[in-house]
C-alpha cells in the first residue's frame, strides 16, 4: 500500500527507481569523507555536529555569541523526526536556510535526510510534487515526508545494504535518477 505522503506517484516510475536504485547508489561506499564525518559523530546532537556537517558541506563556520549556540543545540536536541517544525526559527540565523539545517540535522540524527533540489525535482517528476524552497521549513518538511513515505514503501530487496543511513541512498538515489 503506498503511504499517503506518496500519494498521487506514478507507481512505474516508483518501481523503476527501486530497481535502478542499488546501482544509483553502488559507489557510495567509496565516499570516505562523507563516511568518515558521519561515524565521526559518536555523542547526543550538539554543535559539534554542526561543525561536522559544516565541514562536509563547505559552508564557514558559524560564530555564534553563547546565547545563540545554546539555543541551537536545545533546537538540535528537541527535535523529533519527522517533525521539522521547531527549527523554523533556524532560518531566522545570518547564512541559514532549510539546505543547511538539513544537514546539521542528517549528521545530528543519521535520520534526517539532506534537502536537494534534484531530489526535489525527481519526486515532482515522479507526480509527488516537493517544492525546493530553502527559505521555507514546511517545503523541507514535505521532503522529508516524502523520503519517509519511500522508506515505508521500499519492496525488501529496494534498499541496499550499504552501511549509510537509508535517507542518504534515498536522496543520492533521486538525484541520479532519470
Not at 9 to 36: H, M, S
Not at 104 to 124: D, I, Q, R, V
Request: negative net charge.
Amino acid at each position: 500500500m503506498i503511504p499517503v505522503s506518496l500519494f498521487g506517484i506514478d507507481v512505474e516510475q516508483c518501481e523503476a527507481f527501486y530497481a535502478a536504485l542499488p546501482g544509483l547508489v553502488a559507489d557510495t561506499v567509496d565516499d570516505e569523507i562523507y563516511a568518515n564525518a558521519l561515524f565521526s559523530i559518536e555523542s547526543e546532537a550538539s554543535l559539534e555536529h554542526i561543525r561536522v556537517a559544516d565541514l562536509w558541506a563547505k559552508y564557514n563556520p558559524f560564530a555564534w555569541p553563547e546565547d545563540i549556540s545554546n539555543e541551537v543545540e536545545m533546537t538540535i536536541r528537541t527535535v523529533n523526526y519527522p517533525d521539522v517544525s521547531l527549527l523554523e526559527h533556524l532560518l531566522t540565523l545570518d547564512n541559514v536556510d532549510a539546505t543547511r539545517v538539513s544537514g546539521w540535522m542528517h549528521f545530528s540524527t543519521n535520520l534526517f535526510p539532506l534537502y536537494s533540489e534534484s531530489a526535489c525535482a525527481t519526486l515532482t517528476r515522479m507526480g509527488v510534487p516537493t517544492p525546493y524552497d530553502p527559505t521555507d521549513i514546511a517545503s523541507y518538511g514535505l521532503y522529508v515526508s516524502r523520503i519517509e513515505g519511500l522508506k515505508l514503501y521500499a519492496p525488501a530487496a529496494g534498499l541496499p545494504e550499504i552501511g549509510l543511513p537509508r535517507s542518504r541512498m534515498l536522496q543520492l538515489g533521486l538525484e541520479r535518477f532519470q
